[in-house]
């Protein structure tokens, strides 16, 4: 049974705790004491109904004030499907935090409320989803009940959504009317709103495909730790522990190590210490080669063709998050990409992403927190990646404070 990895955004009050909360209530993934402790905070709050927020807000200035401070993980399963669930804060200052829960995500769920249409935190959201690149995204127009469950409503945020979708050449776009306290359209179909005759939001989650694309891409396969036992009966073992992120490999495949250029081919591959035959996109394994050659943790394994080319200059789309320092030309920082973490130095900003208008605004001196730019980096050793919009997986990065080993920006690599 795969996993989906699913991400909640939207403005505050807009219904994304009460959305996953009401997920795990209809598919019955809440354990008694759970429900028992969720009934109890609800009367403490003297509003009469169980608040099924209360599911995911778990901190507890996010239980005083109602609101999604931290990104909150569920894990939960149908008979169909395992899921992760990530929600993100809606607050625009928070925005660094929905950055982090999506860049992993497989599909975004952008919630509406009915009553006010796409607002300006709408645009910053599906900004970030389509540069993350997700490769699905649904719009759930949420608060239906308040709005009389109206069809003409529902088109109209539709049509909106929809010119704003094409602009951000969102492909994979589904639009659902909900009602997350009355459980309309969230896992059953809602009697309540007969016109609306697409799927339920369980449904389109259930049937999402997640592994859309990525093994039919070249495989990357970046080296995490290198296997050396060395005892009596493993003597002469040397194995390559990683995670495939796209593609496959098969035994017998010729491969090449990067950046050094050098080739081998497989003579083995494991999986928690069985041998297969082959491995796809997202599997953990063992590599073992026929030959021995000078590979550590850090080096990219790729096959004969479609080889990215190692480069010093590099391009990228930045989320700034840090609250302290602005990022400026000439700033010094760590690139963390898979498992390489290398030095380098911004050279110039191209320009930042108005996030309402999605102009691009030229002569910028520096970025502030939750700030979108593109800025062009030199690294210290040449890096082995994919442009960001050919290979997700290989081509997401992060920016670390050296000084204090803290992440200040998400970045998404492309060729300079």
């Given at each position: 049974?795969d996993?989906l990895?699913?991400i909640?955004?939207?403005?505050v009050d807009?219904?994304?705790s ?8 209809d ?11 969720i009934?109890?905070?609800s009367?403490?709050r ?30 939960f ?8 669930s990530i ?17 992993n ?7 509406i ?9 709408t645009k ?23 709005v009389?469950f ?28 909900v009602?997350?306290l ?6 059953d ?6 016109w609306?005759?697409g ?15 990525t093994?039919d ?6 080296v ?8 009596a009966e ?22 090449t190590?990067?950046?050094?250029g050098?080739s ?27 030959d021995?050659?000078d ?20 391009a ?6 840090d609250?302290r ?6 700033n010094k ?5 898979g ?11 191209d ?8 102009v ?5 001196d ?5 700030d ?5 980096i ?16 290989n ?6 404070d ?7 920006g ?7």
């Amino acid at each position: 049974m795969d996993i989906l990895r699913f991400i909640t955004a939207g403005s505050v009050d807009n219904g994304k705790s009460t959305l996953i909360g009401r997920l795990l209530y209809d598919t019955k993934n809440i354990l008694a004491d759970q429900m028992n402790a969720i009934e109890k905070a609800s009367k403490s709050r003297n509003n009469g109904e169980v608040d099924l927020a209360l599911l995911t807000d778990g901190l507890r200035s996010e239980r005083e004030q109602g609101i999604t401070i931290d990104v909150a993980y569920k894990y939960f399963q149908t008979p169909n499907r395992k899921f992760i669930s990530i929600d993100a804060p809606g607050h625009t200052q928070y925005t660094r935090n929905m950055v982090t829960g999506a860049s992993n995500a497989d599909l975004a769920i952008i919630l509406i409320d009915a009553r006010l249409g796409v607002i300006e935190q709408t645009k910053r959201h599906s900004l970030i989803a389509a540069m993350l690149k997700i490769p699905y995204i649904v719009v759930a127009i949420n608060k239906m009940d308040l709005v009389d469950f109206s069809e003409d409503v529902y088109l109209n945020i539709a049509r909106e959504y929809k010119d704003l979708a094409e602009k951000l050449k969102i492909d994979n776009l589904r639009i659902i009317p909900v009602s997350a306290l009355g459980g309309d359209n969230v896992v059953d179909k809602s009697k309540n709103m007969p016109w609306y005759d697409g799927e339920p939001l369980l449904t389109v989650l259930e049937t999402a495909n997640v592994h859309r694309g990525t093994i039919d891409l070249a495989p990357r396969f970046p080296v995490q730790y290198v296997l050396r036992p060395q005892s009596a009966e493993l003597h002469d073992y040397r194995g390559y522990a990683g995670r495939l992120l796209s593609g496959q490999l098969k035994k017998g495949d010729r491969i090449t190590v990067l950046p050094s250029g050098l080739s081998s081919t497989i003579a083995r591959l494991e999986v928690y210490g069985e041998e297969v035959e082959e491995i796809l996109a997202s599997q953990s394994a063992t590599l073992l080669l026929t030959d021995d050659i000078d590979i550590s943790r850090g080096d990219l394994i790729v096959g004969e063709q479609d080889q990215p080319v190692p480069t010093q200059d590099i391009a990228s789309l930045v989320c700034w998050m840090d609250d302290r320092k602005e990022l400026k030309p000439g700033n010094k920082y760590l690139l963390q990409h898979g498992t390489t973490r290398v030095r380098c130095s911004v050279k110039q900003i191209d320009y930042r992403v108005d996030i309402n208008t999605y102009v691009q605004e030229d002569q910028v001196d520096s970025l502030k927190l939750n700030d979108v730019a593109k800025i062009i980096i030199r690294t210290a050793q040449p890096l082995a990646f994919d442009p960001y919009s050919i290979n997700r997986a290989n081509g997401g990065a992060i920016l670390i404070d050296e000084t204090s080993n803290v992440t200040v920006g998400a970045c998404m690599l492309e060729e300079a």
